[in-house]
């Protein structure tokens, strides 16, 4: 997915580049960079299951803590 601008006669270097973001911004392209750059692979039941698990046994032993004085 390429952008293309051809610079028009007479005119300035500014106005080229500012036609050219103008027109990266509309077609989409920084919208979908950036969805990529954040995207994370899915990760499978067990593993959901078991990280629920630990921070669920983290939490109440926090909890303990907090009741003995400890934290």
Partial sequence: MAVEVRKKEGESGNSL???????????GILREMRRRKFHTRATSRV??????????AKKKELERQKKLGLV
């Fill in 17 to 27: 580049l500012f036609s050219f973001t103008k027109r990266v911004k509309r077609s």
């Fill in 47 to 56: 593993k959901r299951k078991l990280t629920a698990i630990h921070r669920d």
